[in-house]
């Protein structure tokens, strides 16, 4: 059973959230919340699977919550997604940075939502081509190459596969660039994380960027 927490200011999107998670056969919804605080306050009571985060809200908005949420060892085994009314929204790009694992928008369809959910609870990250591809080169453009010493325990094979995770590939996409088996890309790419601590796809992102593997410009859509 995948327990998920919804963070929003607005009644009306917690409860139809709330109806729409609650509809599933594998999910729960375990609180609400309105506001920044509450979040943070309904996480550590629930330890819920899944955040359901509203970035734009009155006080402490979800991108205080997401970075605090995320800062906490004790609450490693949370994920969160960001709901945004806005594809691009400046806010959304920052909650990446600080450890969102992907976001989705506030008109998409039902199906796409509670897919973000699931894929989200099983440890992955949402990095599909197109919009998020382009809001990962905004955010991309923010940050400042810091040291490359943290890659320095990555195989040649690894570092090239995190350059290619880092350009927003898939693993199919990884795997018919450099001839590999998509098995073995994600076995990469486990590793990877292990190694380097990230918590997921998303923060392999930010890191290829960090330590200057990767630099702006490869967005395509």
Request: hydrophobic share 50%; net charge negative.
């Amino acid at each position: 059973m995948i327990t998920v927490a919804v963070v929003d200011d607005q009644a009306l999107i917690r409860a139809g959230l709330h109806a729409l998670v609650d509809s599933e056969d594998d999910m729960r919804v375990v609180g609400e919340a309105a506001t920044g605080e509450e979040a943070v306050a309904l996480v550590h009571a629930e330890r819920p699977d899944v955040v359901l985060m509203d970035v734009r809200m009155p006080g402490r908005d979800g991108l205080w919550a997401t970075r605090t949420i995320v800062a906490d060892p004790e609450l490693a085994g949370t994920r969160i997604v960001v709901v945004t009314t806005f594809e691009l929204d400046e806010l959304v790009g920052e909650a990446i940075v600080a450890g969102a694992s992907g976001f989705v928008v506030k008109d998409a369809d039902p199906v796409d939502l509670l897919r973000a959910v699931r894929v989200v609870a099983a440890g992955d990250a949402l990095l599909s081509p197109g919009v998020t591809r382009r809001l990962l080169e905004r955010v991309a453009r923010g940050i400042r190459p810091v040291d490359d010493a943290p890659l320095a325990g990555l195989t040649e094979r690894e570092r090239e596969v995190l350059a290619l995770v880092g350009e927003g590939l898939s693993n199919e996409e990884i795997a018919q660039r450099l001839v590999l088996s998509p098995l073995t890309t994600k076995t990469h790419v486990s590793r990877m994380m292990g190694k380097l601590g990230a918590r997921d796809r998303v923060r392999l992102v930010v890191l290829a960027y960090e330590s200057g593997l990767v630099r702006p410009g490869w967005a395509q859509g």
